[in-house]
């Protein structure tokens, strides 16, 4: 029930945010369109320009970009992952993940001998992320391998094997001191530990593949899609926008552009902008000045 509850709160937020999303590319493009802004755009890209010519900050940009792709990619990975192992369960994919939820392998208990005697250092502790290889008979299962199983509930259990007969295997946690009391057949057997794993990001998996998770993802995916469009519908009046202004404002070094948003004077190369405060923005015609003559610019009206 809870669920559900804040899975409508989710559905509500990510509507609104869409809504206003598109709300604001709607009145930004046809302030675009009407010259409105024609001051600051052209600010704000001879800003964007002087920026890019800092390569310290081009630099560090570019490397903030990668480590947010990266960033996102493993993310990704980490979802898919988890995805398909929740709802193919024990398929015929050759690779699985499982997620640690308990300590009972993360440490050796002084009555299980056999973990000393045969120098088993392998523990797996809370949250990490592991990998299984796919097993098609018992026979592929050496004793004191470790292996995923399911119990009488469904859940996935990973315990190391510590009795081997024909036709099903005995295992126990390295941290408990008893046998699970499951004689485990070939059925039950989810995959065996191949070695590898992923140190206390189990927790990240776990919530991504959970219902919360998911519609999480899916939220921000909605989002996300919906800003990049925004954004490069904006991006591109604004680009049509600024040819047009340099075809008007031409070679001239030095001008002056009135338009609502604010008032820009270029002279020599130095913008200098000077923003309309809230209160005093009236709609008006843009005008552009260059040495004494001024001249109304032309607006395209939003179809």
Known sequence: MVFYIVLVILIVFTLGI???????????????????????????????????????????KKSLNIGLDI????????????????????????????????????????????LFENKLDNQIQVNDLIFLEKVNSLEEIKLYD??????????????????????YLLTRGDANNVNDGIEIDLERI??????????????????????YG????????VISITYSFVKSSIDKEINKRLIYLASEVGANSNYTLLSTSGTLIVSDGTYAYEETEEK???????????????????????K
Do not use: W
């Not at 052209?42 to 010519?53: G, S, T």
């Not at 998911?214 to 995916?221: K, N």
């Not at 005093?280 to 004494?292: A, P, Q, R, V, Y």
């Open 18 to 60: 869409v809504a206003f999303l598109i709300y604001e590319r709607e009145v930004t493009v046809k302030e675009i369109k009407n010259g409105e802004v024609d001051s600051q755009i052209i600010y704000e890209d001879h800003e964007e320009k002087l920026k890019e010519v800092n390569k310290k900050h081009k630099i560090l």
């Open 71 to 114: 960033l996102i990619g493993l993310l990704g990975i980490l979802f898919l992952l988890g995805l398909v192992d929740k709802i193919m369960n024990n398929s015929a994919l050759p690779i699985k993940t499982v997620v640690i939820a308990t300590g009972s392998m993360s440490s050796k208990n002084e009555e299980n001998d056999y």
């Open 146 to 167: 470790i292996i995923c199983y399911r119990n009488d509930n469904g859940e996935q259990i990973v315990h190391r094997v510590v009795e081997v007969n024909d036709e």
């Open 190 to 211: 989810v995959g065996k530990y191949n070695g590898m794993k992923v140190p206390g990001i189990g927790a990240i998996t776990f919530f991504l593949t959970s219902d």
């Open 214 to 221: 998911i519609s999480t993802i899916a939220s921000i995916l």
């Open 280 to 302: 005093n923005k009236i709609k008006k015609e843009t005008t552009l000045k260059i040495d004494n003559e001024t001249k109304i610019l032309k607006k395209e009206q939003s």
